[in-house]
């Protein structure tokens, strides 16, 4: 039995980060686009674990097939964790968003005042039922402007101390072993040995 699993998120950003992280945990995945579905769920729930759990139901009750979601965003400490769940409707665009950030931070001292974290949960929900989510975090600061042309989202404003450099400057290879996207599918990973769930691609 074909058991692919279904990446039930319309973003190709992170469809492409989940098909460099996946194969090398042993995961084969493949994308709503890729496999022909078009599936748009409202994010009504009030936390990343709801929201990601609402797109992998979702997937898995129109495909049959085991399905992952991913719902992540920014928090940031000095916007009291905004923009949160909220980060993808922050503003119309991402230029506008990261746009809105840089405002809204503009008295915000340099330094760990400004620090912020990428959040990432991962729900999976399997057609026997089962469900879980897991969760992975990377941690940075928002920088005084936008830099680099890598990632997507809010990536050239998220400056990474360790590296110098913000996630729109660091590569797709340094970003993909760091950002909260790899700790969370991991975390996926691990969570599947555990349970003991191999994947049965013949
Ligand atoms: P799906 O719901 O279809 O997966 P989406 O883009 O609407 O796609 P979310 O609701 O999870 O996804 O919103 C996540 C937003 O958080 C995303 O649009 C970015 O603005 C931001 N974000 C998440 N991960 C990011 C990353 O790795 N780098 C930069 N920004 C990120």
């Known amino acids: 039995m074909n058991m692919k699993w279904i990446i039930a998120t319309n973003n190709k950003s992170k469809v492409k980060e989940f098909h460099k992280i996946l194969p090398p945990l042993g995961?084969?995945?493949?994308?709503?686009?890729?496999?022909?579905?078009s599936l748009e769920v409202e994010e009504t729930g009030v936390s990343f674990e709801e929201n990601a759990l609402l797109k992998a139901r979702a997937c898995c009750a129109r495909t049959g097939l085991p399905?992952?979601?991913?719902?992540?965003?920014?928090?940031v400490d000095a916007l009291n964790g905004a923009p949160?769940?909220?980060?993808?409707?922050?503003?119309?665009?991402?230029?506008?968003?990261?746009?809105?950030v840089l405002r809204e931070m503009e008295q915000v001292p340099d330094g760990e005042a400004r620090h912020a974290r990428?959040?990432?949960?991962?729900?999976?929900?399997?057609?026997?039922?089962r469900e879980f989510t897991v969760y992975g975090e990377c941690h940075g600061q928002i920088a005084r402007e936008e830099r680099g042309e890598n990632g997507f989202g809010y990536d050239p404003?998220?400056?990474?101390?360790?590296?110098?450099?913000?996630?729109?400057?660091?590569?797709?290879?340094?970003?993909?072993?760091?950002?909260?996207?790899?700790?969370?599918?991991?975390?996926?990973?691990?969570?599947?040995?555990?349970?003991?769930?191999?994947?049965?691609?013949?």
Not at 84 to 100: K, L, P
Not at 118 to 129: E, M, Q, R, T
Not at 175 to 186: C, F, G, M, T, V
């Open 27 to 37: 995961i084969q995945a493949q994308s709503l686009a890729e496999a022909g579905i």
């Open 67 to 75: 399905s992952v979601s991913d719902d992540s965003g920014l928090v």
């Open 84 to 100: 949160g769940i909220y980060s993808a409707r922050y503003a119309a665009t991402d230029a506008e968003c990261n746009a809105r």
């Open 118 to 129: 990428f959040v990432c949960v991962i729900a999976c929900v399997l057609p026997d039922g």
């Open 157 to 202: 404003l998220f400056y990474a101390p360790e590296y110098g450099k913000t996630y729109g400057e660091l590569t797709p290879e340094v970003k993909n072993e760091i950002s909260h996207r790899a700790a969370a599918l991991r975390a996926f990973a691990e969570k599947l040995k555990e349970m003991g769930i191999k994947q049965d691609d013949e």
